[in-house]
């Protein structure tokens, strides 16, 4: 009887370890695995995965909005996302991948990983991603410029001011 309970033990013990090693080895969410599928979910929230880096340069030239097709979607893409005032940072990084979708260039360093435009100057900040329990996720904070990432919040105020009063 006492072999039993130690032979059952040791399967019961076998059977965890197995169990843990699977739970680790879990595939990243669809769309999120790497940095570069992050952004091109980010590209198909706004319907612009099959769009020419021409043609979106060109919208961007002429002030056309881009039209968002999966909020959920472009939400997904963050690791900070924390609500509406968010919107304007995610539509700035949207804008600064974008314009350089065809030559983007990734350099990963541990869990993080920072996308520029090759033609990009080194002075412009990165976009940063950060691997987030298996997936990869766009940083808003670190990519969104201090002074830049005020003026948005502001505009935001602003808007919902503006909003307040008119009711």
């Given at each position: 009887?006492?072999?039993?309970?130690?032979?059952?033990?040791?399967?019961l013990a076998a059977l965890a370890v197995l169990l843990v090693a699977s739970c680790e080895r879990e595939p990243a969410p669809n769309g999120f695995e790497s940095p570069s599928a992050t952004i091109?979910?980010?590209?198909?929230?706004?319907?612009?995965?099959?769009?020419?880096?021409?043609?979106?340069?060109?919208?961007?030239?002429?002030?056309e909005r881009f039209e968002l097709l999966d909020s959920t979607l472009?939400?997904?893409?963050?690791?900070?996302?924390?609500?509406?005032?968010?919107?304007?940072?995610?539509?700035?990084?949207?804008?600064?991948?974008v314009a350089g979708?065809?030559?983007?260039e990734i350099e990963l360093e541990g869990?993080?990983?920072?996308?520029?435009?090759?033609s990009a100057s080194v002075e412009l900040t990165p976009i940063v991603l950060v691997k987030q329990d298996r997936a990869w996720?766009?940083?808003?904070?670190?990519?969104?410029p201090p002074q830049v990432r005020q003026s948005l919040y502001e505009v935001y105020r602003r808007a919902r001011r503006a909003e307040r009063k008119a009711r």
């Open positions: 009887m006492r072999r039993l309970t130690l032979a059952a033990l040791a399967a091109d979910s980010l590209f198909r929230a706004y319907g612009v995965d099959d769009m020419a880096q021409d043609e979106a340069r060109r919208r961007l030239q002429a002030h472009f939400r997904t893409c963050f690791s900070d996302w924390q609500g509406d005032h968010d919107q304007a940072l995610g539509g700035f990084v949207f804008g600064q991948l979708k065809d030559e983007l869990s993080t990983a920072e996308v520029r435009a090759a996720k766009i940083d808003l904070r670190k990519s969104v």
